[in-house]
C-alpha cells in the first residue's frame, strides 16, 4: 500500500502533463486565473506531519505559487517549517481542478531519539545479539530538501480549495540521514 500513492502519483503527472502541454497550446490560460484564486490559507493533514497550509500565486500567467508549511511530527516530537515554489497546470478540461509540481527545503527541530544499539556476545558455542534501548530528551536540529506533486480542486461558488499531495523529503538529522515519504489531505480557506 505504501508503494502504491507514489506510482499513482507519478503515473498522474504523466497523464496530466500531456493534457497541461496540449491546452497550453490551444490558448487557455494556467496559473492564478486558472486555479480561481490568488491565496489560500488552511489545514494539512497527512500520515507523517500534520499542521497548516499557506499558498499564494506569486505570477499568474505561468501558474507558479509559493507554498509554506508549518507541521508537527508525531512520532520524532517536533515542527518543521517548509517552503516551495510549485508550479501549476490545469488539467484537461475539468475546470478548476489544477495538477502542481515543485521543490523546496525545510528546517524543523525535534526532541529525543530513540534508538537500539546491538551488541554480540558469546554464550558457550553460540553467539548472540542483545539489544539496548536508549532514549536521548536533546533538542536537534534537522534540515532537508524537498519535493511535491498534487492535485486540486478549487469548489465552485465556496471559497475553499480541496487538495491531495505526495511530498517525499530528504533529511539530515543529528549526522544521520534518510529518505522519507510524505502524503497529506489539504483544505484552504482561499481569499
Do not use: C
Not at 490545469?90 to 509540481?101: E, G, I, M, S, T
Not at 546491538?118 to 548472540?128: A, I, N, P, V, Y
Amino acid at each position: 500500500m505504501k508503494q502504491l500513492f507514489p506510482r499513482l502519483m507519478i503515473l498522474l503527472l504523466l497523464l496530466t502533463s500531456g493534457a497541461a502541454h496540449a491546452q497550453s497550446k490551444k490558448g487557455r490560460s494556467s496559473g492564478s486565473a486558472g486555479a480561481g484564486y490568488n491565496t489560500g490559507l488552511g489545514l494539512r493533514a497527512g500520515g507523517y506531519s500534520s499542521g497548516l497550509t499557506f499558498k499564494h500565486f506569486i505570477s499568474g500567467k505561468n501558474g507558479v505559487a509559493f507554498e509554506g508549511l508549518v507541521t508537527t511530527e508525531y512520532k520524532a516530537h517536533g515542527a518543521r517549517v517548509t517552503l516551495l515554489l510549485e508550479k501549476h497546470l490545469p488539467v484537461a478540461d475539468v475546470k478548476n481542478l489544477q495538477f502542481y509540481y515543485g521543490a523546496g527545503g525545510h528546517v524543523g527541530s525535534y526532541r529525543g531519539r530513540y534508538y537500539y544499539v546491538g551488541r554480540w556476545e558469546t554464550r558457550g558455542k553460540h553467539k548472540d545479539v542483545y539489544y539496548t534501548y536508549y532514549e536521548d530528551d536533546t533538542n536537534y536540529i534537522a534540515f532537508g530538501a524537498d519535493l511535491i506533486l498534487g492535485l486540486e480542486y478549487k469548489l465552485p461558488d465556496l471559497p475553499f480549495v480541496v487538495g491531495v499531495d505526495y511530498k517525499p523529503f530528504f533529511e539530515v538529522f543529528d549526522g544521520y540521514s534518510g529518505f522519507y515519504n510524505d502524503a497529506a489531505l489539504s483544505l484552504r480557506f482561499t481569499f
